[in-house]
């Protein structure tokens, strides 16, 4: 079992910058962040596989926003810029044992930590 804990959350401006923090209780092949806006499915954002220390992102995370990850601490941040009203949503860290970008390769959830971005 795996245990992340996210933090970093809150309500900002439009345009502003929020960081988000995920420590895990123990080393998995790859951590990601997702995200779930009220009434839409829950949607990757990004990725780090620690092997290579690759990362990968999707649709809702290029370009304005940046994961890095600290295998010595097992953590991975997200820092997010520019954000827009549409970032608004409930972003959760997971964990998993094999590449993808779908929530089925993750195995592991934290409790999700709140972003509302005002206009």
């Known amino acids: 079992q795996v245990q992340l804990v996210e933090s970093g959350g809150g309500t900002v401006q439009a345009g502003g910058s929020l960081r988000l923090s995920c420590a895990a209780s123990?080393?998995?092949?790859?951590m990601g962040w997702f995200r779930e806006a009220p009434g839409k499915e829950r949607e990757f954002v990004a990725g780090?596989?620690?092997?290579?220390?690759?990362?990968y992102y999707g649709d809702s995370g290029k370009g304005r926003f940046t994961i890095s990850g600290d295998w010595a601490r097992n953590t991975v941040n997200l820092q997010m810029n520019s954000l827009k009203p549409e970032d608004t949503a409930v972003y959760y860290c997971a964990a998993g044992t094999k590449f993808g970008y779908d929530v089925s390769n993750y195995d592991y959830w934290g409790q999700g930590t709140q972003v509302t971005v005002s206009s």
């Open positions: 123990r080393h998995t092949y790859i």
């Open positions: 780090i596989r620690w092997i290579g220390a690759s990362t």
